[in-house]
């Protein structure tokens, strides 16, 4: 790995400190321009190849209980460039090495009549700007309450918007396309109706934000690094078309408590006119540190099956007992309790899974409902808190252990903290010791309901800081943690790679819950998936719900191919097969594909992107010479052109094609579906059928 790093300043010439600085990206596709407007507010404009993307945007924080706040009356004091040029290797990801290659200006900034200073610290790479704000150590600036940031992003008209509502306690929606000026008009029926938080905007929308110009240049709104610091929403002024920051809450109203040194988050702005290189950036996991994590041997990626989807579908239960033995909270008697036979972390039914595991090659299997109080905080006591280490009596947990090594698999644990985080907290040294003493290396861990204490939010700065430490706390015990309900991830996966999964979106859950939008895949990785992996479960082979649960009629709005596809365009370290035994043996040929795809790659091209349309992406195993290429489609039929360019040249392969029939349809006929084999070099072309809501899934084979 190659680390240059030194200062420059011959790529700038500054007339005065005090006038308008301009940085330029490595190749000189962006310009970023900072200047101070007459009463001393910081702003910014960026353009991409000479076209402005962000207008004049003004910079700054609103104080609490403080005079006078960080937004005005400031006057530049020094500026320091850089360049900033590497490679480096993550432990597991879409390619085996990134470059991290930008150029930097830092601003630093003293305010009058408080003599408080700031540092704006601006780093633009090839694929767009990364911004934060720094506090130095300093006499008049040591602790300090966030009222409220004000960074704004002016755009420059009417977008077209991938978004979900703005919302403290939840990301789990389905993504609403609109231009920017319909967002008020969509949101306010859904926001009064479904939205946790009622004292946020209707015009609020989440990051990951992703944008489209009407002359078609892709605009993507994030952050990365978020430590120490509440999730950023973004708020939108729809007369002049200008998103404003705007912070998490705590229970007493409260963004943020400071003590400088610190520093905000990265607000991150990806640009490109190809849709491909906005799925393809590395910027959010580059403006993270890198790991701190000196031994990463024993963090692997994973394949896995689950007791999971059975109960999600409502077929079988994560109780043990309908009825509520509890005695005093937390304390059963389930030698009086009569067990309701749905339970489904039972061990004849754990075992069942782990032999379809080692029977089909997969490194694990994820048993929920092992842990007595489910039926205390379903049935009874919302406020039912776990201890993460009393099975109950029809799991045993030495004996299943035991088993599964024997078979060659392990088993991922299972964490419901029922948001009750002080309790898990408590807990944590505790149940992370019991998960190394019987042979797991890795858990799900959960943050449904209501926070404890009561009043906070799922991504203010408190319970970001919960996460942080469930992460950092893990990996002293070795363990890899999958993290559903917690804040959406901002690249922090690269500091700590023990963080192999978040849900922290509208996962396949939803698909046994009433259903979500056909073309839902085709927009998360423009959006989610740019923070890191997202355990998203998919593989799902029989969408009638009600053949697992006549009581459930649930559709999923995918097909089998579709399905299939999901293991390639929705990257993760972590990829469950979420299905039922029972479903996958009823299609073994097509679950062949799910048995032979790989987890980690080394290399990955990406084909053909258009949010909300469709996604064809093809991957390198790593390792091996083989690939594995996924596609999927939104509502429209349509007919996807590849070529296999990305091939070796000179060597032959096998292409096992996996795709929609010519009749399938997500609604009608999702289980419609070929395969079939041709030979392929890299000169070969594939034109190939994708249906509504379905797509095709390619295993290529080096042919020896």
Not at 23 to 39: A, I
Not at 122 to 129: E, I, N, S, T
Request: charged share 25%; aromatic share 12%.
């Amino acid at each position: 790995m190659k680390n240059l790093f030194f200062a420059s300043l011959i790529l700038f010439a500054f007339s005065s400190i005090a006038e308008a600085q301009q940085l330029k990206s490595p190749e000189g596709k962006f310009v970023m321009e900072f200047s101070l407007q007459n009463d001393g507010t910081p702003t910014y404009n960026l353009k991409y190849k000479n076209k402005e993307v962000v207008k004049t945007s003004k910079l700054g924080l609103e104080l609490k209980d403080d005079k006078k706040s960080l937004l005005n009356d400031f006057t530049v004091v020094d500026t320091k460039t850089s360049t900033f040029d590497e490679t480096w290797k993550p432990v597991w990801g879409e390619v085996d090495q990134i470059r991290n290659h930008y150029n930097e200006l830092a601003v630093t900034l003293n305010q009058k009549g408080t003599d408080r200073q700031i540092v704006i610290r601006f780093r633009l790479f090839d694929d767009g700007l990364g911004f934060r704000y720094e506090f130095p150590a300093q006499k008049n600036l040591t602790y300090f309450t966030i009222k409220e940031e004000r960074s704004q992003f002016a755009m420059t008209g009417d977008h077209t918007a991938f978004w979900i509502p703005g919302d403290y306690d939840t990301q789990e929606y389905d993504y609403t396309k609109s231009k920017l000026s319909e967002i008020r008009g969509l949101s306010e029926k859904a926001y009064t109706a479904n939205v946790s938080q009622k004292n946020f905007s209707p015009t609020g929308v989440q990051t990951s934000l992703m944008l489209k110009t009407n002359d078609g240049i892709y605009i993507n709104l994030h952050e990365a690094a978020l430590i120490n610091y509440s999730c950023m929403h973004l708020n939108l002024d729809d007369k002049n078309m200008t998103f404003t920051s705007w912070l998490t809450p705590d229970a007493k109203g409260d963004k943020g408590y400071m003590q400088a040194p610190s520093h905000s988050p990265w607000r991150t702005i990806m640009v490109s006119d190809d849709a491909r290189e906005i799925l393809a950036s590395k910027m959010t996991y580059n403006l993270n540190d890198p790991s701190k994590i000196e031994n990463t041997s024993w963090i692997k990626p994973v394949k896995y099956i689950g007791v999971w989807w059975e109960m999600i579908t409502g077929k079988s239960s994560w109780s043990y007992t309908n009825d509520y033995p509890t005695v005093q909270l937390g304390v059963t008697d389930f030698a009086k309790a009569k067990p309701n036979g749905t339970h489904g972390a039972n061990n004849a039914n754990v075992k069942k899974y782990i032999d379809f595991a080692a029977a089909n090659g997969f490194d694990a299997v994820l048993v929920e409902g092992w842990n007595e109080g489910w039926e205390d905080w379903f049935g009874h006591s919302k406020d039912y808190v776990f201890d993460f280490l009393t099975p109950y009596p029809d799991f045993d947990v030495k004996g299943l252990h035991e088993y599964a090594k024997s078979k060659g698999v392990k088993i991922i644990m299972h964490h419901e903290t029922s948001g009750s985080v002080r309790n898990y907290e408590r807990h944590m040294d505790a149940a992370y010791k019991f998960m190394n003493d019987n042979g797991y290396d890795a858990v799900k861990s959960g943050y449904v309901g209501d926070i404890l204490p009561r009043g906070e939010n799922h991504y203010s700065q408190w319970i970001v800081n919960h996460y942080q430490y469930a992460i950092e706390k893990a990996a002293d015990y070795k363990i890899m943690v999958n993290a559903h309900e917690a804040v959406r991830p901002t690249g922090i996966a690269r500091t700590y790679p023990n963080l192999i999964g978040n849900e922290a979106a509208r996962g396949t859950e939803y698909q046994a819950f009433g259903g979500s939008k056909p073309n839902h895949v085709t927009v998360l990785p423009f959006t989610r998936l740019i923070g890191g992996p997202m355990d998203y479960t998919p593989g799902i082979f029989e969408m009638d719900i009600s053949k697992m649960n006549p009581e459930n009629t649930s559709h999923v709005n995918s097909t089998i191919a579709n399905q299939l596809a999901l293991y390639v365009t929705m990257y993760s370290p972590l990829q469950m097969a979420a299905d039922t035994p029972e479903n996958y043996n009823r299609f073994p040929d097509a679950f062949q594909f799910i048995k032979d795809v790989a987890v980690d790659w080394s290399e990955s091209k990406y084909i053909e992107a258009e949010p909300g349309d469709f996604i064809t992406v093809a991957r390198k195993a790593k390792g091996t010479s083989n690939w594995f290429v996924g596609n999927v489609n939104g509502e429209t039929p349509r007919t996807s052109n590849i070529d296999f360019s990305f091939l070796e040249k000179g060597k032959k392969y096998t292409a096992t094609i996996y795709a929609d029939a010519k009749d399938a349809h997500y609604k009608t006929n999702p289980q419609a579906y070929t395969i079939k084999k041709i030979a392929v070099t890299n000169k070969s072309k594939l034109s190939q059928l994708s249906a509504p809501g379905g797509g095709y899934a390619i295993s290529i084979i080096e042919t020896k």
